[in-house]
């Protein structure tokens, strides 16, 4: 069973910032795709930046473009995955997920299917009011 460790997730006023992390609990449980969904009420969980944590690759959501960055820090062998959230808006208000898998074997990139990520983390809550 892979286990992911989230953690930052909080409240913030609309125009700050958040970054979340994401670590796998051991490196054994660690998969070539690392990746952040969100899931506002009502509505069906969505991708947000996705990384492929050997290429280096990464993806975003058209909706977080230049606001958000997804980045990864591998110095401690369980490549820390991290989501640096700035400009926030209310609209980005909802339950974020982390999330690892496998890349596309048609093009070997990570994007954000959701089905391509098999594993997830129990997820953080972000707040952002106006």
């Known amino acids: 069973q892979v286990q992911l460790v989230e953690s930052g997730g909080g409240s913030v006023q609309a125009g700050g910032s958040l970054r979340l992390s994401c670590a796998p609990s051991?490196?054994?449980?660690?998969?070539?795709?690392m990746g952040w969904f969100r899931q506002a009420p009502g509505k069906a969980r969505e991708g947000v930046a996705s990384?492929?944590?050997?290429?280096?690759?990464?993806?975003?959501a058209d909706s977080v473009k230049g606001r958000f960055t997804i980045s990864q820090d591998s110095g401690s062998g369980n490549s820390t995955v991290y989501l640096q959230m700035n400009s926030l808006k209310p609209e980005d208000t909802a339950m974020y997920y982390c999330?690892?898998?496998?890349?596309?074997?048609?093009?070997?990139?990570?994007?954000?299917?959701?089905?391509?990520?098999?594993?997830w983390g129990q997820g953080m809550q972000v707040n952002v009011s106006s």
């Open positions: 999330a690892t898998g496998t890349p596309s074997v048609l093009d070997g990139t990570c994007g954000l299917v959701r089905n391509r990520f098999k594993y």
């Open positions: 051991t490196a054994a449980n660690r998969r070539e795709c």
């Open positions: 990384i492929h944590t050997t290429g280096g690759g990464t993806t975003y």
